[in-house]
Nanobody, 125 residues
């Protein structure tokens, strides 16, 4: 079983940047791709980005294209989410999750078999 731990969240002013990390341990080799989602209060879980461990391809949700970048370091079993030009509407709990294949359904939460606990990101002046 793989375990995922997110870190890097915090309070940032609008226009600022944060870098989130998702560290995998345990049977990390049993996963193929890592995705990032976010969940704001009283809203559905929203797809942010996904990448395979190789980093050979990426997909993004429409709301973050051009501002967020996902990358992976397979040697460290860690996937990063660089978030730039943050807006108040980016405020949410950010979660990473593991999937066993690269498919179009990676934008859907049910595709993922393991989730981290999440890290809070608050964008406010």
């Amino acid at each position: 079983q793989v375990q995922l731990v997110e870190s890097g969240g915090g309070l940032v002013q609008p226009g600022g940047s944060l870098r989130l990390s998702c560290a995998a341990s345990g049977r990390a080799f049993s996963t193929y791709a890592i995705g990032w989602f976010r969940q704001a209060a009283e809203k559905e879980r929203e797809f942010i980005a996904a990448t395979p461990w190789s980093g050979s391809r990426t997909i993004y949700g429409d709301s973050v294209k051009g501002r967020f970048t996902i990358s992976s370091d397979s040697a460290k079993n860690t996937v990063y989410l660089q978030m730039n030009n943050l807006k108040p509407e980016d405020t949410a709990v950010y979660l990473c999750a593991a999937a066993t294949a690269w498919t179009p359904s990676l934008v859907t939460p049910r595709t993922y078999h393991t989730w981290g606990q999440g890290t809070q990101v608050t964008v406010s002046s």
